[in-house]
C-alpha cells in the first residue's frame, strides 16, 4: 500500500513545487517595481536636487571670488579653477547616473534571478512528482505480481 503515499507524495511535491514559484515570482514582480520607483526617484527628485546643490556651490564658489578682489579671467588661476569646478561637477552627475544605473541594473537582474529560481522549485516539484508517481507504479506492478504468482492478494 506505499502506492498511495507516493501518489499523495508526488502530488504534495507538485502543488509545493508550484507555491514556491508562485512565491518567487511574486517576489520577482516586487523587485521589478522597485526597479522602476528607484529610477523614477532618482530622475525625479534626487538628480535634479544634485544638479541644483552643485549649481549653489559653484555659485557660492563664483561670490567667493567675486568678494575676494581677484580677476575671474580665463586662463588664469581662478579661471582655471571655476573650470575644474565645472569638471566636478559633470563628474558627480556622471557618477550618480551610473551608481543609479547600477542599482536599477541590479534590481532588474535579482528579479530574472527569482523567476528562474522558481521556474527550478516548479521543475523540482515536477520532477518529484514524476519520480513518486513511478515509484508506485514499481509497487503497484511488484504487489500484482507476487499476487499473481502466490495466487493472492499480496500487499
Do not use: C, H, W
Not at 83 to 106: F, G, H, P
Amino acid at each position: 500500500m506505499s502506492f498511495i503515499g507516493d501518489i499523495l507524495g508526488g502530488y504534495g511535491a507538485s502543488r509545493l513545487g508550484r507555491y514556491n514559484q508562485s512565491v518567487a515570482n511574486e517576489q520577482a514582480k516586487i523587485d521589478a517595481k522597485k526597479a522602476e520607483v528607484r529610477k523614477k526617484i532618482y530622475q525625479n527628485i534626487e538628480r535634479p536636487k544634485l544638479i541644483k546643490d552643485l549649481d549653489t556651490a559653484y555659485a557660492d564658489f563664483k561670490v567667493s571670488v567675486f568678494k575676494s578682489g581677484v580677476e575671474f579671467r580665463p586662463g588664469e588661476t581662478s579661471g582655471i579653477v571655476a573650470l575644474r569646478n565645472k569638471q566636478n561637477i559633470i563628474n558627480e552627475i556622471a557618477m550618480a547616473d551610473y551608481n543609479n544605473t547600477v542599482a536599477v541594473n541590479d534590481l532588474k537582474n535579482q528579479s530574472i534571478l527569482l523567476m528562474a529560481r522558481g521556474e527550478g522549485e516548479r521543475f523540482k516539484g515536477d520532477m518529484t512528482k514524476t519520480a513518486s508517481y513511478a515509484k508506485a507504479a514499481g509497487s503497484l506492478l511488484t504487489m500484482g505480481y507476487n499476487s499473481n504468482k502466490y495466487g493472492r492478494l499480496v500487499l
